[in-house]
């Protein structure tokens, strides 16, 4: 299925569900995060777009039809917290479980000073480096 069936896919199960749920008769998409409701020609138009979980960049698959202003929205705050939440997994494993490898940047806080360092653990050794 190519990327402008997909979406005509998730545009019709969405508005099938829409109307079933709310009994509103003209067809129509409802955003599932801002709740607007967008015409078939909003896919057309590029309005309506392929939300990715986790972001496409990161290999994602696509869930569902957002908005335009919503995906991005998520792009910037949910799809960093991702980012961030498996960095900070990745860094325990390699910390803490002593498997994997870590490479980036922390903020060490120690007596009320904070400072960005950038840790390196490779085979369990632990090196730290302050810019
Ligand atoms: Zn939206």
Not at 80 to 103: C, F, P, T
Not at 106 to 125: A, D
């Amino acid at each position: 299925m190519n990327k402008i069936e997909l979406k005509k896919n998730f545009f019709e199960k969405g508005a099938k569900a829409f109307r079933k749920i709310t009994g509103y008769g003209d067809y129509c998409y409802c955003c599932p995060i801002c709740k607007g409701l967008f015409p078939f020609q909003a896919i057309k138009t590029g309005v309506l777009t392929m939300e990715h979980v986790h972001s496409e960049k990161l290999g994602g698959k696509p869930i569902a039809l957002t908005c335009k202003q919503c995906n991005s929205t998520t792009g910037y705050t949910i799809d960093a917290a991702i980012v961030n939440r498996d960095k900070l997994n990745k860094s325990v494993e390699a910390l803490v479980r002593k498997n994997g490898s870590y490479e980036g940047n922390y903020s060490l806080k120690m007596g009320g000073e904070t400072i960005n360092v950038n840790l390196e653990v490779h085979n369990g050794n632990v090196t730290i480096n302050v810019p």
